[in-house]
């Protein structure tokens, strides 16, 4: 059954934990991205005046870094106008215009230093750039009225149907690295031109039945791109993780709209591979460096995870969705997993740094020994410890920026007779006449209340798949409950007020048992947070590190203002290499939310402990 989404812009966030984040964004975040993109060079390309000799030469993926931080400037600005945001969105916009080719051609890399080669190189990020450009245009009429950015991109997406649909005279059908697909769903959302619907159509369809690629470039054709097969015969996730995503966005957003079969069951499949197989319990997805890619199932090392921050934000893209096609808890589940730990920790607390990688482990003693012992370590690699501001490859920054800043958007889905609560946040939003309250101090607490105003209406709340204990009640008495597919039905009439209560306990939690490095060992975790332990907390060196029993406190760490658990450990140490005597040092472990992780210095880390 198909539902609608409530979109950001009918959703404001009135506290809490995600109010606490949207202000960070607001008030440091977005503008520390902006200073380090302009030290780069990020902003002053969109003018095309860089001369060789001169420092921070384009390179081919800028226009849609700076593409995500204006979109994400649109969305703050469509809560609270601007004008020091509006001016550099429209000083950008301004260069846009100067600097494109009059068929309406946009790239700061290919119009400065190939021109004669665009639309020639799949992979070289050339409809990525015009994907995010166009997702900013949307989210920036959308947000101010002003439509220059929005025709500008609108002239661009004619030129690329022109060229690739029409003519069919580019070098190559599809994108090497998939995004436009997406954004060209949206174009066509905001302006119900059906030509653009078309050409996401063109662009889906030709995936994995390239007729055309440029003599001798075998690497944009197989799995790293998705480009093995026709995508309604792909069933797992494959290659590139962050691209894949994006793919499989688009791919749900044409099978809602076309009413397409095959589409939505090829989504589904790869939805349940990822999440049955190849996602950390962070929800972190694409496990090596290598292509940045999914590895084969189950294959989830967790000291040299990769786990970018784009890929675990693009499962979320993904996962809300598939919400739309299907009302089942499982999707809104991986949301909630995503955004408070795998994607959340891509972020430092302070609003300023980021991961790239996301470490599931860390063990600062054997990198030393692998670097040392080592003569050649270029086949291994180990995800960084500390936050940086700014990357070479700078794409999750503001990727996170415009996801915190829209992150109204996974609240609600709707349809002509229900309201469907996925994710709980302290909130007011708007649904025609109704108005729904949603008071609630998750997800540091369970108890979540809801007021609807302004009609009756069926509300279904989920029950997050962590909770085991929940009671729900109507205007002070328990009422029944009608539960499908994880989502509690409950009559509202106007006035109406609903409390839900959520029983947030700590859980130890088991892998696959064909995850290797996971065997034997348990991660802990407390209502939607996994929990790790760290270094700075736990002696050093986490190495023989056992939980015992399955008693936790829960505890607050006020230098990380969240909250924490004890429990009781040992450190286990035996006498020589082998031995049948072991000695044990009882100590009270503490774990913090992973995503909270490395805000502290340089320490080991863990999320999978031993435990008896």
């Not at 202000?23 to 975040?29: A, G, S």
């Not at 509006?86 to 290919?110: L, M, Q, T």
């Not at 149907?161 to 059908?173: L, P, Y």
Request: glycine letters at 6%; one cysteine or more; charged letters at 25%.
């Amino acid at each position: 059954m198909a539902t609608k989404n409530l979109t950001y812009d009918n959703v404001d966030i009135t506290g809490g934990f995600w109010q606490e984040k949207q202000q960070l964004i607001r008030d440091v975040t977005i503008w520390n991205v902006y200073k380090r993109f302009e030290e780069t060079g990020r902003f002053e390309a969109f003018k095309m005046n860089w001369k060789e000799g001169m420092p921070n030469k384009p390179h081919i993926f800028w226009d849609s870094d700076v593409a995500k931080w204006l979109e994400s400037a649109a969305y703050l600005t469509k809560k609270q106008r601007d004008p020091k945001l509006e001016a550099i969105v429209d000083e950008v916009v301004d260069d846009i215009e100067r600097g494109r080719w009059e068929d309406g051609y946009f790239n700061i890399y290919f119009e400065m230093f190939e021109p004669q080669n665009r639309f020639t190189k799949r992979g070289w990020h050339e409809l990525y750039c015009a994907g995010h450009l166009i997702e900013a245009a949307v989210a920036y009429a959308e947000a101010t009225g002003k439509d220059k950015f929005l025709h500008l991109m609108m002239d661009y997406a004619d030129l690329i149907k022109k060229i690739f649909m029409d003519e069919q005279s580019a070098a190559f059908d599809s994108p090497g690295h998939e995004e436009i697909e997406l954004a060209l769903v949206k174009l066509y959302d905001y302006t119900h031109e059906e030509r653009y619907l078309e050409l996401a159509r063109f662009f889906i369809d030709k995936r994995g039945s390239q007729a055309k690629l440029p003599e001798g470039d075998n690497y944009h054709r197989g799995t790293n791109i998705q480009d093995h097969l026709p995508v309604r015969e792909q069933f797992t996730a494959e290659g590139h993780s962050v691209r894949a995503c994006y793919l499989y966005s688009a791919m749900a957003d044409l099978a809602l709209r076309d009413n397409d079969v095959s589409l939505k069951f090829a989504a589904e499949k790869i939805f349940d591979n990822i999440t049955n197989a190849k996602m950390y319990i962070t929800g972190a997805v694409g496990s090596t460096h290598i292509a940045e890619a999914f590895e084969e199932e189950y294959r989830l090392p967790n000291d040299t995870a990769y786990a970018e921050t784009c890929a675990a934000l693009a499962l979320a893209l993904f996962a809300r969705r598939m919400e739309k096609l299907e009302v089942d808890s499982r999707f809104a589940d991986t949301v909630e997993r995503v955004i408070y730990n795998g994607f959340l920790s891509g972020l430092s607390l302070d609003g300023k740094s980021f991961f790239y990688e996301n470490a599931q482990e860390i063990d600062l003693e054997e990198r030393r020994i692998v670097k040392e012992a080592l003569r050649d370590t270029s086949g291994i690699h180990f995800p960084i410890t500390q936050r940086l501001e700014v990357f070479n490859c700078s794409c999750c920054p503001p990727n996170v920026t415009r996801f915190i800043a829209s992150i109204g958007d996974f609240i609600y889905n709707y349809d002509d007779e229900t309201i469907y609560v996925n994710q709980y946040m302290d909130s007011t939003a708007k649904l025609g006449e109704l108005t729904l309250v949603q008071k609630t101090d998750y997800p540091f607490d369970g108890r979540i209340e809801f007021t609807l105003t302004g009609g009756d209406r069926k509300v279904a709340l989920r029950i997050p798949g962590w909770c085991r204990v929940w009671s729900v009640g109507k205007n002070g008495a328990s009422c029944g409950a009608v539960v499908e597919r994880g989502y509690a039905y409950i009559d509202a009439n106007d006035g109406d007020t609903i409390l839900l209560e959520l029983r947030i306990s700590a859980r130890r939690v088991k892998s696959n048992p064909r995850v290797l490095t996971n065997r034997g060992m348990s991660a802990i975790t407390y209502g939607p947070f996994v929990m790790c332990l760290e270094g700075v907390d736990n002696g050093g060196s986490l190495t023989g590190v056992r939980l015992v029993g399955k008693s936790f406190t829960l505890g607050r760490d006020e230098q990380l203002g969240l909250p924490c658990l004890y429990c009781p450990a040992v450190r286990e140490s035996t006498d020589g290499l082998y031995s049948d005597k072991t000695t044990t040092e009882p100590f009270t472990a503490k774990l913090i939310p992973y995503f909270a992780f490395a805000n502290r210095g340089e320490t080991d880390m863990r999320i999978w402990v031993e435990s008896v």
